[in-house]
């Protein structure tokens, strides 16, 4: 059972660590886990061979503790006194053949006085006188609340007047289900039925069924006491129970202590409705933030597509060789000239205000930041990708499949028809020749010799502006291909920001139903101690 839980609390320790290292909880949280482990396992599982029971006297300065304590051990161990409060520190009392080295390390023994009894009948007993936690100042107070933790039956002692204690109240609220408790009112001689009615009442209010309240006169005179009952008890509680029930009980607050720390885990990572909440802003502010980008994308093409447009209406000279825009800019050049320094401060702005926006609503935003702390230095990369593709598609093929033929065929045209023109002006010249060797007509004359080069000129020229016309535009392909890159680009952005989102939500939910397996887990080493220990016990909560 125990080695069962040991593996159990190292599987929570290790969740917690991993957990911790992702940014779902911090990382005191996984101290606060660690210390809890150390102070409550090694207890319970260290080799106990030597470990005492220890009885505790808790309760108001005055009430009679240290009295009471002295009555039990048979002879005048414990400090009593009129001036108040009497006892200042922890005394741990131990059987005088106990030797203090063979306490357990973990026992909060550096800052307790030792001192001894002889009790031969409760040699296996230590007594644990602890001062009044209101009047104590601080550094008892966290000596006292460092041993809360090792006491296996606390008595918690009342008188007829101090029985209402703030102090000592909430602690018995508290703690009632993690010790064994006997509730003993001293000063009897003081006091009267009703209050034991009262007392009773209060207690069974705080959660024990059957408190055990036992009175006690500790002042010369001949007063009706249980004392006698309250020895016995204590004999009984050793025989009965021993230390291993004491132990369990112990095991079963440790228990809660670590379910109630998983729980705060899982409140920690949220719940869904928070994260809902969170989902739709983080829509909106992803919506509103690539847009931006977009504008910025979108006005850096257009100035791009501007300056070729400049470049491409300088007419070039018939037999110049032009040098045309897509020879000035290959797509990859052209991608480069997009993505400024201004477009990544944009992306890392938003996803500066996305993690704000999770910090401020109190959820975990370090697994989120990671993945957008990712997402930043791939998102330049994503942009130019698309564009580059798209340039690429729209630079090789630029203008309409219409425009593109048309362009090809009146290349053609502008040999052909100067050719065409010189073949019929040669045809007319081979046949006006013939003619005037004949002697029919004059061989042709200027007119013929003029007009036949204005024709050739002018089937050269017209179905060249026509060609040049028809070029497409290499400038305008270059708009098309950078907006349609951008469009992608962004649309790819816009799908990484939501699976980065699914991705965060999906490890969340994976944490929570890990919390709730650790905690069923948890829920089967419910012990039978409380059950055993009925009427010493109070119930939890
Ligand atoms: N009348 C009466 N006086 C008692 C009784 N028990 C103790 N006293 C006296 O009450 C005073 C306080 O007793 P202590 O034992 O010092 O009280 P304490 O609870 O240890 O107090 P602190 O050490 O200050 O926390 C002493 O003078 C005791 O003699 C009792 O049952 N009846
Ligand atoms: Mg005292």
């Given at each position: 059972m125990t080695d069962k839980f040991q593996s159990l609390f190292d599987e929570i320790q290790l969740w917690a660590e991993n957990a911790a290292t992702a940014g779902w909880i911090n990382s005191q949280d996984v101290q606060k886990l660690k210390e809890t482990q150390e102070v409550q396992i090694e207890q319970l599982f260290k080799e106990h061979g030597h470990r005492p029971l220890i009885v505790a006297f808790f309760g108001g300065t005055g009430v009679g503790k240290s009295t009471l304590l002295n009555r039990l051990s048979g002879e005048n161990i414990a400090r009593v006194g009129v001036?108040?409060?009497?006892?200042?520190e922890v005394t741990l009392y131990l059987h005088e053949s106990f030797e203090k080295e063979l306490l357990p390390d973990e026992l909060p023994t550096q800052d307790t006085n030792i001192a001894y009894h002889a009790q031969e009948n409760r040699r296996l007993v230590a007594w644990l006188d602890l001062p009044d936690f209101d009047s104590t100042e601080g550094h008892n107070k966290t000596l006292v609340q460092a041993w809360l933790p090792y006491i296996d039956w606390m008595i918690y002692v009342v008188s007829p007047d101090r029985y209402h204690d703030e102090m000592g109240w909430r602690y018995v609220q508290e703690r009632a289900h993690r010790h064994a408790w006997l509730f003993v009112m001293n000063h009897w001689d003081e006091g009267k039925p009703e209050q034991i009615d009262d007392l009773r009442n209060r207690l069974m209010g705080a959660g024990f069924s059957k408190p055990v309240i036992l009175r006690s006169v500790c002042t010369d005179g001949d007063y009706e006491d249980d004392f006698s009952q309250l020895e016995q008890t204590i004999n009984n509680s050793i025989h009965e129970y021993g230390l291993s029930v004491l132990q369990e009980l112990g095991l079963q607050a440790h228990i809660e202590d670590v379910a109630a720390q998983l729980q705060s885990f899982q409140k920690n990572i949220g719940d869904p409705e928070r994260w809902q909440t969170l989902h739709t802003e983080w829509t909106t502010t992803t919506h509103k933030g690539l847009g931006t980008l977009s504008e910025q994308l979108v006005r850096n093409a257009n100035t791009i597509h501007q300056n070729m447009r400049a470049q491409e209406s300088t007419p070039a000279l018939p037999f110049q060789k032009s040098t045309t825009a897509e020879e000035l800019l290959t797509p990859s050049t052209l991608t480069k000239s997009t993505w400024s320094p201004r477009n990544q401060m944009r992306i890392e702005d938003l996803c500066t205000r996305l993690v704000n926006q999770i910090q401020s609503s109190g959820l975990p935003f370090q697994p989120l930041k990671n993945r957008l702390d990712a997402l930043k230095t791939v998102a330049k990369e994503t942009i130019e990708l698309n564009l580059e593709e798209h340039l690429a598609v729209a630079l090789t093929q630029p203008g309409t499949p219409l425009q593109r033929t048309l362009y090809r065929h009146s290349k053609s045209l502008t040999w052909a028809l100067p050719l065409l023109a010189a073949l019929w002006a040669s045809f007319h010249l081979v046949a006006g020749f013939y003619s005037s060797t004949q002697g029919n007509k004059a061989f042709l004359g200027l007119d013929f010799a003029i007009h036949t080069v204005l024709l050739i000129g002018l089937a050269w020229l017209i179905p060249w502006l026509i060609h040049r016309k028809l070029k497409p535009s290499v400038a305008d392909a270059t708009k098309h291909g950078l907006s349609q890159g951008n469009a992608m680009g962004i649309a790819e952005l816009k799908k990484q920001f939501k699976a980065l989102w699914n991705d965060n939500a999906v490890e969340r939910k994976n944490l929570e139903q890990e919390i709730k397996k650790m905690q069923e887990k948890l829920n089967d080493y419910q012990t039978s101690a409380l059950e055993q220990l009925e009427g010493y016990v109070g119930k939890a909560g």
């Open positions: 001036a108040r409060p009497t006892s200042m």
